[in-house]
């Protein structure tokens, strides 16, 4: 059985870095890309990105590019999103999400219990 | 970028009822358009993918239709667990833009 596990909720302060992973198991995890969804309080989805467990190849959101970096360790079988400067605005859930098939461009039909993160001073 | 429009933003009907959600993209998508539920609290759930192909254990009276530009996700005969928030999404080779959701009361 497919699972993905993400990381707890994050409580962080302006300007401090953030690193959350998305945890996978249950298929053979170098075969598929990671999404990113974001979702802020009481607001719709946004996509963010996409990384590919195979060769870290990404595509993010014009919306997020430079704002966010996407990873993955393939010897965890984990993704990762992280933050270098987080601001008041990036208070979120943030799922990760695996596409139905290996390409990147493919709904997502597995998804992460999401991490909730919130900045505030 | 392709935006996704969504109609209406908030739909109020009764168990039993059909409703039909729309989902316009600013530009051809050709049927790469998906459909996702999501209820309060809870992680989105995929309904429909490629425009009309139901996910496996999602209930048949969800069903999709469309292409281009134009999109319509049917609820037939709506229940009381149909009571959430939907939202279509275009995939593509450099993204995933989402709708802004559409909010279905019961």
């Known amino acids: 059985e497919v699972h993905l596990v993400q990381s707890g909720a994050e409580v962080k302060k302006p300007g401090e870095s953030l690193k959350i992973s998305c945890q996978v198991s249950g298929y053979s995890f170098t075969n598929y890309w990671i999404g990113w969804v974001r979702q802020m309080p009481g607001k719709g989805l946004e996509w963010v990105g996409i990384i590919s467990l195979r060769d870290s190849d990404t595509r993010y959101s014009l919306s997020f590019q430079g704002q966010v970096t996407m990873s993955v360790d393939k010897s965890i079988s984990t993704a990762y999103l992280q933050w270098s400067s987080l601001k008041a605005s990036d208070t979120a859930i943030y799922y990760c999400?695996?596409?139905?098939?290996?390409?990147?461009?493919?709904?997502?039909?597995?998804w992460g219990q999401g991490t909730m993160v919130t900045v505030s001073s | 970028d392709i935006q996704m429009t969504q109609s209406p933003s908030t739909l109020s009907a009764s168990v039993g009822d059909r409703v039909t959600i729309t989902c316009r993209a600013s530009?051809?998508?050709?049927?790469?358009l998906a459909w996702y539920q999501q209820k309060p609290g809870k992680v989105p759930n995929l309904l429909i993918y490629?425009?009309?192909y139901l996910e496996s254990g999602v209930p048949s009276r969800f069903s999709g239709s469309g292409s281009g530009t134009e999109f319509t996700l049917t609820i037939n005969s709506l229940q009381p667990d149909d009571s959430a928030t939907y939202y279509c999404q275009h995939y593509h080779n450099n993204g995933g833009t989402f709708g802004q959701g559409t909010k279905v009361e019961i």
């Open positions: 999400a695996r596409p139905r098939g290996v390409t990147n461009y493919d709904a997502y039909n597995m």
């Open positions: 490629k425009t009309s």
């Open positions: 530009q051809n998508i050709y049927v790469w």
